[in-house]
C-alpha cells in the first residue's frame, strides 16, 4: 500500500504543480459546489449544539485511529481535540451520526467528491502540532462555527496563516507542512470537509478509484470503522 501512495502521490504532485502548488485555493474557483455549506450555516450550528452538550462522549481524533496520536495526543495531551464523524470514506457506523445532524448531512449529500467529513472540536488552548497530510489526492475546507473572540487561534499552511472566523470558509492543501496554534481560552469547532482534488479527467478517476480502494484495504481506516461503533454519543 505504502508503494502505490507514493507511485500515486507523485503523479498528483505534477497534476497539483508540484512545488508551485498554492497553500490555499479559492472556493469559488475550485470548488464552489461547496458553497452551500457556507449558506446553510445556520442549520449546521443548530445542529453542533446539542452534540457540545455532550461532548465528553466525542471520541479523541486518536481514539478512533491510532495513526493519529501523533497530531492528537502529544501537545497538551489532557486537552481533548474531539471529531464527529459524518463521513469516513464510506464506514458503516456513521448512521447514527448523521440522524443527529440530518440538515448538516442533506447539505453534505449536496457536494460531489466528499471523502470524509467530521466536526473538529478543540478544546481551549490544545493545539496540533506541524505535520503532512499523506495523501494528496483531496482537499481540505474549513468552516468556521465557533471561533474564541479572545486570542483566536491559528492555522498555519507551508508559509501562510489563517485566523479562523465564524462564518468564514477556507479551503487549502493538506499536504503541505501544517499546524495550529491555539492559545484561546474557549472551544473552537470548524466543520471539516475533504473532497476529491481537481485534476483531469485520468487522474481523476484514479484518484476516485484509489478512495475505494484506500476506504477497504487501509489498516487506518479499518480501525477507525471499528472504533466509531464503541464512540457514538447518546
Known amino acids: 500500500m505504502g508503494r502505490l501512495l507514493r507511485a500515486l502521490n507523485a503523479l498528483y504532485f505534477r497534476e497539483s504543480g ?20 457556507d449558506r446553510g450555516i445556520e442549520a449546521i450550528q443548530q445542529e453542533l449544539e446539542p452534540l457540545l452538550r455532550e461532548r465528553d462522549a466525542i471520541p479523541r481524533y486518536h481514539e478512533l ?30 448512521e447514527q451520526n448523521q440522524a443527529k445532524c440530518p440538515r448538516t448531512s442533506a447539505l453534505l449529500d449536496q457536494v460531489p467528491g466528499v471523502m470524509q467529513a467530521f466536526f473538529s472540536i478543540l478544546d481551549a488552548g490544545k493545539s ?7 495523501y494528496l489526492g483531496y482537499l481540505r475546507y474549513h468552516l468556521g462555527l465557533r471561533v474564541p473572540s479572545e486570542r483566536p487561534p ?43 482534488r481537481p485534476m483531469s479527467a485520468p487522474a481523476h478517476a484514479i484518484n476516485w478509484l484509489t478512495t475505494k480502494v484506500l476506504a477497504r484495504y487501509s489498516a487506518g481506516t479499518r480501525e477507525a470503522r471499528k472504533n466509531l461503533a464503541n464512540y457514538q454519543p447518546h
Do not use: C
Not at 18 to 37: E, S
Open 18 to 37: 508540484g512545488l508551485n502548488r498554492p497553500p490555499f485555493h479559492d472556493i469559488d474557483a475550485t470548488y464552489p459546489a461547496l458553497r452551500v455549506l
Open 154 to 196: 491559528t492555522i498555519r499552511i507551508k508559509d501562510q496563516f489563517h485566523t479562523w472566523q465564524v462564518g468564514k470558509s477556507i479551503l487549502f492543501d493538506d499536504s503541505w507542512n501544517h499546524e495550529v496554534i491555539n492559545e484561546s481560552n474557549d472551544l473552537r469547532v470548524v466543520l471539516i470537509v475533504d473532497v476529491l
Open 128 to 134: 496540533i502540532p506541524a505535520h503532512d497530510g499523506p
Open 65 to 94: 485511529s491510532s495513526v493519529e496520536t501523533y497530531i492528537s495526543g502529544t501537545i497538551d495531551p489532557e486537552k481533548a481535540w474531539r471529531v464527529f464523524m459524518l463521513r469516513w470514506l464510506g464506514g458503516p457506523g456513521l
